[in-house]
């Protein structure tokens, strides 16, 4: 079966923009959860959404935003983007039960000029 | 504040002797502990796990050990292979089934021939 799919898998943007990612999760799991990875900080939880509901959320500041759509497709907002934005932004899917079952996606490397 | 830190950033380790991979964390509440694996240009892939009520979870050529009363867990790869080479993170949350992981900054593993 297809795997999370994450586009587009490169960006370039410029400070101040906005910038929107999409998620597709493998068919059938209702959990979408976003991770930043920068180098040195690991992987840090941005937010979790279940059958469109976000269910958990992390210590991101309210630029950083997300939905989910009724087929479980998710995207993420990033406004005013700054240079420290820059990062590999990974989703992750999962039935919903546990982050034992999460599959992650490849990413999408944002880069802030 | 790093609740789950790999204060290795790298290790470098010959074809077919003992890696190990270490891992300590901060908080008491956390329950439960993976191992994710991550090629570059591709997300993290699960490892293993291991839960609280034990000490030790072995897979094959990968093993974890869990020491809670010093808050520490290692990963044992025995014997390493060149395809080992990647970078390795850990992982807490506080219940088995949590939608959102803590995790370390990782280590790049490599292996040598």
């Known amino acids: 079966k297809a795997g999370v799919t994450q586009t587009p898998r490169y960006l370039i943007k410029t400070r101040g923009q906005q910038v929107t990612l999409s998620c597709s999760p493998i068919?059938?799991?209702?959990?979408v959860s976003w991770y930043q990875q920068t180098p040195g900080q690991g992987l840090q939880f941005l937010f979790e959404?279940?059958?469109?509901?976000?269910?958990n959320k992390g210590n991101f500041p309210g630029r950083f935003s997300g939905r989910q759509f009724s087929n479980s497709r998710s995207e993420m907002n990033v406004s005013t983007l700054e240079l420290g934005d820059s990062a590999l932004y990974l989703c992750?899917?999962?039935?919903?039960?546990?982050?034992?079952?999460?599959?992650f996606g490849s990413g999408t490397r944002l880069t802030v000029v | 504040d790093q609740q789950v830190k790999q204060n290795s950033p790298s290790l470098s380790v010959q074809e077919g002797r003992i890696s190990i991979l270490n891992c300590d964390y901060t908080?008491?509440?956390?329950?439960?502990f993976l191992w994710y694996k991550k090629y570059p240009a591709e997300g993290p892939t699960f490892l293993i796990s291991?839960?609280?009520?034990?000490d030790k979870n072995e897979d094959g050529r990968f093993t974890v050990f869990l020491n809670k009363s010093a808050k520490h867990l290692s990963l044992h790869i025995v014997p390493s292979q060149p395809g080992d080479s990647a970078v390795y993170f850990c992982?807490?949350?506080?219940?088995?089934?949590?939608?959102?992981?803590?995790f370390g900054q990782g280590t790049r593993l490599t292996i040598n021939p």
């Open positions: 992750a899917s999962s039935l919903g039960q546990g982050g034992f079952g999460y599959t």
């Open positions: 291991i839960s609280s009520i034990k």
């Open positions: 908080n008491s509440m956390f329950d439960y």
């Open positions: 959404y279940f059958s469109e509901t976000q269910r």
């Open positions: 068919s059938g799991h209702r959990s």
């Open positions: 992982a807490a949350s506080p219940i088995q089934g949590a939608q959102k992981l803590v």
